[in-house]
């Protein structure tokens, strides 16, 4: 979450570089009451600032829960493989937030042996110990410093050749028009990355599409039984988990849900109106190919998150969307899993199930978190929001809204800056 509009070329910045520490001082593109309540909830006071979200804790929270559950999905907290055996020695956290991602990074290190990673996170106000989390502090092993500087100043206070890894993680909305033009944004990062070091992106999209069935392997072209094995292993370790790989062949279509249906509507159009993608894992793969001089290795994971238990799942209905044609029930009973030997799925673990039910309560806490942009366009009062609102949770949470596989999608993408 940082500044997302009208670019302007400066170096001010306030930093505070030592172990677990913290800036206090604000940037000068911010008043100096940094925070400001609108319908009960508290956003950044900055009027330039399109960013539509709140900043509160009940937000915070939400971006928590998803940063954790991608930690799930990904298998920690990168996915560069350069980070397997050594870890990066230096790490910038792009738009930081709570840096609830650089403390999470920091314990996953820590755990395998590895507590002398310094981590610094940049962001426009500070939301960090000194912002609304009073008890938000880094670990007392942590090398932490935290730079306030609005992202629209270019260049950013921080020298060249700085970082192993650069991670940019749920930042499209706080970027706006820095994402229909990226070219300001990824000069930045290569001037600060390290030869040989790891840019890397994670993000969501922020409409719902519907998982429709189909045979779960994914396609792909293939060089040896090895390579084969291996994209098997992570399919089988992906669906484990209760999410699907995605391809370009993954079958989704709109929601039949209603409320997502309108919601839908709603998000496209009023994101629009702020220079947002509605989705932008659509849109950070092709950036980064624009990149080739000065990237390499350019690798990327897509997963499609069910927010519930599926019909087809545990039916075997719902159509046929198969390759070579055959039912999904035949497919299922051929590959000799998820079924019960009845043509019916097994159901969901409780680990997968407590997987779709974040992903879900993300969802939800998303489109509430929305309310502003959303009621605007909708042309909704007051009353008339709430009462919408309150019928929504109530049949995404309570009563199975979305057992026809409306599903949260989700990116990770990373490259590597050349050595020359």
Known sequence: MTSNDNPMHSSEGSVAPSTSSISTKPSSSVVAKPFIIRNNRTYINE??????????????????LRTLMLFQLFGGPTTAPEFSNKPPSSVLEVGCGSAFWSMMCHRYFAQHGHSSIQFTGLDIVPLVGSGLDQNWKPDKDMKWRFIQHDMRRTPWPIPDNEFDLIMVKDMTMSLSTFMRDPQILFEEYLRMLKPGGVLEFWESDHSVRMLRPHVLKAPAILKDDSDSDSSSEEEDETEKLGAYIMTNN????????????EYNGWVTKGLDALGVSAVPCTLIGPYLLQEAETLMELRSKRLAVPLSEIRWEREGVGGVVTKDGKSYIDSMKRKGKGTDGKGGGKGLTVSQAALRRTALETVVGLILALEPVLREVSGKSQDEWDGWSGKMMNDLLREGGTSWGECLEVGAWSARKKLS
Not at 47 to 64: I, K
Not at 250 to 261: C, D, F, G
């Open 47 to 64: 009027p330039t600032l399109l960013y539509p979200l709140p900043v509160d804790l009940a937000e915070l929270h939400r971006q928590s």
């Open 250 to 261: 993954t079958p989704l279509s709109a929601p039949l849900n209603p409320y997502l249906v």
